[in-house]
């Protein structure tokens, strides 16, 4: 993608920080390079370092350089990411692996929480089985704990 310059010589950009900034905290990777981020945006693999490095500069970015070419970025995860949408808002919890949507951020953040909770019991329903049926015959021959 070509940049294009507004009217005041500068840049206009088409990809937003934030929009760069979820890609890092929703991604599939805690980091990425300057070409996987080039490509993901379709911008020039010039505009998507210069806008790393202005990330970085600002503190959103962490930065590591692996060798002469090659830079390793990305940015420090929050447990929860509220992101608007065009129709409301998004919310994703990336520790628990769970997402959710709402017209406003209040209603993205409960469903969120509930949706947390179904996710958390239906966890703690198979680990309590699983810690019960190992406790039930530990170092006990009939099986008996008693």
Known sequence: MPEQRGSDGRFVE?????DILFFFETGDRPFYGTAEVSENFDLSNEQAKRRLEALSDAGELEQIRMND???????????????????????????????????TRAEALRSLAEAIEVAEEDDLDGTALTELEDSDTDGCADGNPF
């Open 14 to 18: 088409s990809v937003s920080d934030d």
């Open 69 to 103: 070419r090659q830079i390793a970025w990305w940015h420090e995860r929050d447990v929860v990411v509220l992101r608007p949408e065009t129709d409301g808002y998004s919310a994703h919890d990336t520790q628990v692996g769970v997402a959710s949507a709402g017209d």
